[in-house]
């Protein structure tokens, strides 16, 4: 098997931690590790291929993947619910809000509407873009 390949998580089993050096251990009577280092706890998903670790201090969920040898960070992130929120303001924008702004009689306020459409579709830009970073 490649390395690459999804393996199911044995809730038996103990692991590396994904966050620091200690070890996964598994919590009995749950579907759930808890690291003999930094106490951090992790809870595998119903399908058991993904852990996630619980933290009341990131806004958004880090997932784990095991492949077999290490953790690798999934692609199960917030961010991808972003692609169709930015889409649709992007079509929004170009369905409603351009036909507006054309026929908006002022010239100094068509200036004003176009700075408010690029920062209504820069907004979805920029989530996508923090949620991505590392």
């Known amino acids: 098997m490649g390395a690459n390949h999804k393996h ?8 590396p931690c994904p966050s620091c050096q200690g070890t996964l251990k598994p919590i009995i009577l749950t579907e759930a590790f808890g690291c003999s280092r930094c106490q951090q706890i992790f809870v595998v ?3 058991g291929e993904y852990i996630e670790q619980l933290s009341s201090i990131y806004p958004y969920k880090k997932y784990w993947q ?4 290490r953790w690798q960070i999934s692609n199960q992130t917030i961010a991808n619910s972003y692609f169709p ?6 079509i929004l924008l170009l369905i409603i809000w351009l036909p507006f702004a054309l ?7 068509i200036i004003f509407l176009a700075i408010i459409a690029v920062i209504i579709a820069i907004i ?9 970073r590392r």
């Open 45 to 47: 998903d119903k399908n």
């Open 8 to 15: 199911q998580i044995d809730l038996n089993n103990e692991y």
């Open 124 to 132: 979805p830009a920029i989530i996508v873009w923090i949620s991505h």
């Open 103 to 109: 026929h908006f009689p002022s010239g100094l306020n």
């Open 85 to 90: 929120l930015a889409l649709g303001v992007i």
């Open 66 to 69: 095991w492949n077999g040898k």
